[in-house]
């Protein structure tokens, strides 16, 4: 009995409670942080989009361009800021920042149904990111993508607060990162097409599907090889 305490000190201790509170805050985080980026993409398209979102779209101004990739950067860091100070470990901060960024994701397309009624289905188009090229895909693709991240932070912090798991099997980030590899292919693969004024263009649903059924893998791989603490 006390053995198998000492194994589980987060049972003990109140460690799992306090990831669950910080889950939460982060969650709260992640929503909040997606009003603001959906408010501002609601004013973005009332003033250069009148007319309605669609593709191919009006390409912006510059400067305007500009500002748009660095207010993504700067979302981005604001969501890997905050998933530092909730993890003391690399791994944790890792996960916190994957749940984040998830909750994020989701929300922004959570609020946009809720203020403007877009997107009208979830296989509508959207202009997802613009770092390093406009990813481009239909909305249900990054919410998939979302979901498994959430899924995978979850259970690593699971695992590791249970005392199963130091660092994930090296096939479980083989999995992992070779699954957001292809789906960024995907995205930036659909941008391309579209950016050619391919209104047809179909999204790589093959290739996506790959990338996605990786990232699902690599869940799954992520308790297979158990270590000691």
């Known amino acids: 009995m006390i053995r ?11 460690t799992m409670d306090r ?4 889950f939460l805050g982060l969650a709260v985080f992640g929503a909040a942080m997606a009003y603001v980026e ?19 779209l009006k390409t912006l101004p510059g400067d305007i361009l500009f ?22 470990k690399l791994l944790d901060m890792t996960a916190y920042g994957f749940f984040t ?11 946009l149904k809720a203020i ?23 909305v249900v693709a990054p919410v998939l993508v979302s979901l498994t991240l959430i899924l995978f932070s979850l259970r690593m912090v699971r695992l590791r607060e ?28 659909n941008g391309m097409l579209l950016g050619e004024k391919a209104q047809d263009a179909a999204f790589p649903w093959a290739i996506f599907s790959v990338g996605e059924i990786l990232l699902v893998g690599s869940v799954v791989l992520l308790g297979v090889k158990r270590r000691a603490v």
């Open 162 to 189: 249970t005392g199963r798991l130091v660092r994930p099997a090296t096939a479980s980030w083989a999995a992992f990162t070779g699954g957001l590899l292809v789906v960024f292919v995907s995205f930036v693969m």
């Open 19 to 22: 990831s669950g509170v910080k």
């Open 67 to 88: 500002v748009e990739i660095f207010r993504e950067a700067a979302t981005i860091a604001m969501l890997a800021a905050v998933s530092v100070l909730a993890g003391k």
């Open 101 to 111: 960024f998830g909750v994020w994701d989701i929300f922004y397309y959570v609020w």
């Open 38 to 56: 959906a408010a501002v993409v609601v004013y973005l398209r009332l003033h250069f989009y009148p007319e309605g979102f669609h593709f191919p």
């Open 4 to 14: 198998a305490m000492e194994r589980h000190p987060g049972r003990r201790d109140g």
């Open 116 to 138: 403007v009624g877009w997107p009208e289905s979830p296989f509508t188009t959207d202009l997802l990111f613009l770092i390093p090229a406009p990813w481009i895909g239909p």
